[in-house]
């Protein structure tokens, strides 16, 4: 609720104020049991912030993380290990998030190993278990990451996360680094484990195709803002906030009659240490008027289950600025 991650620029004055990026400014949203929530957004949005952020790994500069109905964002580090376990995060490059020179079954085995919740037999049980369950040989026991190809370096990135009976996954990016066709076979994956032990998953992507295979809801970010969020038939199908429409124009359909027409953005996104007033997409937004210079637009519900942060959608106050209603 209200998360902020704010870093300061070192050494650097930005237009005669110390530098500040806002990687996440001001978002609040709910994630409910056994659902896929997915978070789409350029690169620099600041979806990977926020999804380091609600499991700490980067520290808040103020808002509420809750899980569970418990408060996250005051723990000690103890008391966080214990929520921790149930709350894993699978990354983007399972190479570089794997050590080199770890066997696969240590590798799998290390956080049950640091818990020292089981024996040492039990241990290697749970992980052979764990690595059948990902669909790799027994045989990748004893080998080293390099000696796997992309996909499955991934899927023991996921045995790995596993490990530790997690409830809640944040995958950040977790097939960006595979070819198309092995892509498909790790979100299947993941499908089946969330079915199988029950787990709920925040999936970060830039990638609309992956987000729309694996979410049940998608929320839209620009900026470290969340413009738009919703089930994922709304999003798809009828996209309301005009930067969901421009990217959702740009990837290709299959169906020629629902072709959409290419919505070209005019320029780069903003710095984030820099963003535009108002409404941070007004200066590439086809459709902005005089309020978006000067106000932010907050979400607000829509229809049901989709909420939007775009001053289209609130007429009322609209009605000052005289040429709204034209762009509507
Ligand atoms: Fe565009 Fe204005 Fe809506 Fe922002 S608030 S998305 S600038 S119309
Ligand atoms: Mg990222």
């Known amino acids: 609720?209200?998360?902020?991650?704010?870093?300061?620029?070192?050494?650097?004055?930005f237009k005669g104020k110390a530098g500040l990026v806002k990687a996440v400014d001001d978002i609040s949203f709910d994630?409910?049991?056994?659902?896929?929530?997915?978070?789409?957004?350029?690169?620099?949005?600041?979806?990977?912030?926020?999804?380091?952020?609600?499991?700490?790994?980067?520290?808040?500069?103020?808002?509420?993380?809750?899980?569970?109905?418990?408060?996250?964002?005051h723990l000690g580090n103890r008391q966080l290990q214990n929520h921790r376990q149930h709350m894993q995060m699978v990354f983007q490059d399972p190479f570089a998030s794997l050590n080199p020179r770890m066997r696969v079954e240590q590798l799998v085995g290390e956080p049950i190993a640091v818990q020292k919740i089981l024996s040492k037999a039990e241990r290697t049980k749970k992980v052979e278990s764990l690595i059948e369950k990902v669909g790799l040989?027994?045989?990748?026991?004893?080998?080293?990451?390099?000696?796997?190809?992309?996909?499955?370096?991934?899927?023991?990135?996921?045995?790995?996360?596993?490990?530790?009976?997690?409830?809640?996954?944040i995958a950040d990016e977790p097939v960006s680094a595979l070819d198309v066709s092995v892509q498909s076979q790790v979100l299947n994956l993941m499908l089946d484990l969330q079915e199988e032990f029950n787990l709920t998953y925040?999936?970060?992507?830039?990638?609309?195709?992956?987000?729309?295979?694996?979410?049940?809801?998608?929320?839209?970010?620009?900026?470290?803002?969340?413009?738009?969020?919703?089930?994922?038939?709304?999003?798809?199908?009828?996209?309301?906030?005009?930067?969901?429409?421009?990217?959702?124009?740009?990837?290709?359909?299959?169906?020629?009659?629902?072709?959409?027409e290419k919505i070209e953005l005019s320029g780069e996104p903003p710095s984030p240490s820099d963003p535009p007033t108002g409404c941070a997409f007004h200066t590439r937004c086809p459709k902005a008027f005089d309020r978006c210079k000067v106000e932010r637009p907050e979400l607000i519900h829509i229809e049901i289950g989709q909420q939007v942060a775009c001053h289209l959608y609130s007429q009322e106050d609209n009605k000052k600025f005289s040429n709204a209603e034209s762009k509507v």
Do not use: C, W
Not at 3 to 12: C, R
Not at 153 to 159: E, K, L, V
């Open 1 to 13: 609720k209200h998360l902020k991650t704010y870093f300061p620029i070192k050494g650097t004055l």
């Open 31 to 73: 994630v409910f049991k056994g659902e896929t929530l997915g978070i789409v957004g350029e690169s620099g949005s600041g979806k990977s912030t926020l999804g380091r952020t609600i499991l700490r790994l980067t520290e808040p500069t103020d808002g509420e993380i809750i899980f569970e109905g418990n408060h996250l964002e």
């Open 137 to 169: 040989p027994k045989e990748a026991l004893a080998k080293f990451p390099h000696e796997f190809s992309g996909g499955q370096r991934q899927r023991i990135g996921i045995a790995r996360a596993l490990s530790m009976n997690p409830k809640f996954i």
């Open 202 to 260: 925040l999936f970060i992507s830039h990638d609309l195709s992956v987000v729309k295979h694996i979410s049940d809801r998608v929320g839209v970010m620009y900026l470290g803002r969340i413009v738009e969020i919703g089930p994922k038939h709304d999003i798809y199908n009828n996209p309301l906030h005009p930067y969901t429409q421009a990217l959702l124009s740009a990837i290709p359909v299959v169906n020629f009659e629902k072709k959409r």
